[in-house]
């Protein structure tokens, strides 16, 4: 079994649609993320999700929508793509917030395209 | 954000061991000292972490300076399946994991 899920794995999409990327976590952790990667492959932190509840919004757009219906899931919603939301896009999980011992768990990714 | 300083990229030769080195000179107390690797086109990937004391695992070793201040994740003999960007990260209690550039390791046959 996967522990962290995500899709689609591939994306791609016009200019201005809107778009969601689906994360499940089958690991039984209470902290959730996303974060991105762009063409430069840095790795930045987006949200951080702690038993359904938004800790962490590290200055993203507001076109960004994340919703954690429950708390092995958390879901990406994009609105009115931009050609500068091309990336990939990763969902992770852990088992609490604050123990610094705690490792994160990544999923495969989701590779999004706007043109 | 904790930092941590690492080389852009190593390179080894198959088979040989790998000594990869990071530097985190304001660390603290309970800040643990993480190495994830990233394979190309997937999700990083955990590898190692501690407090204080060397670990090993299956993957590979964590030797920890006495003053913390510096750590180096020890692949004992690299593959090709080994090349990957390996981050090194403190963990703060409370705070993100936060990713820098990490090292891009090469393994040549």
């Known amino acids: 079994d996967t522990a962290v899920s995500q899709t689609p794995k591939y994306l791609v999409t016009q200019m201005g649609n809107d778009k969601s990327i689906k994360c499940e976590q089958n690991?039984?952790?209470?902290?959730m993320y996303w974060y991105k990667q762009d063409s430069k492959k840095f790795l930045k932190i987006m949200f951080s999700y702690n038993n359904k509840e938004l800790i962490i919004n590290e200055t993203v757009p507001n076109r960004f929508s994340p919703k954690s219906p429950d708390k092995a899931h958390l879901n990406l919603h994009i609105n009115s793509l931009e050609l500068g939301d091309s990336a990939v896009y990763f969902c992770a999980s852990s088992l609490t917030w604050t123990a610094s011992g705690n490792t994160i768990y990544f999923g495969e990714g989701s590779w999004l395209t706007v043109v | 954000d904790a930092k941590t300083t690492q080389p852009n990229s190593m390179e080894s030769n198959e088979e040989e061991p790998v000594h990869l080195p990071c530097n985190h000179s304001t660390i603290s107390g309970t800040d643990y000292i993480h190495w994830y690797r990233q394979l190309p086109s997937q999700g990083p990937e955990y590898v190692i972490h501690?407090?204080?004391s060397n670990v090993n695992n299956r993957m590979a070793s964590l030797a920890i300076a006495e003053d913390r201040k510096s750590s180096t994740l020890i692949l004992h003999r690299a593959t090709l399946r080994d090349a990957a960007v390996y981050y090194c990260?403190?963990?703060?209690?409370?705070?993100?994991?936060?990713f820098g550039p990490g090292t891009r390791l090469s393994v040549l046959p």
């Open positions: 990260i403190l963990r703060l209690y409370g705070q993100n994991f936060v």
């Open positions: 501690g407090l204080t």
């Open positions: 690991l039984g952790h209470d902290t």
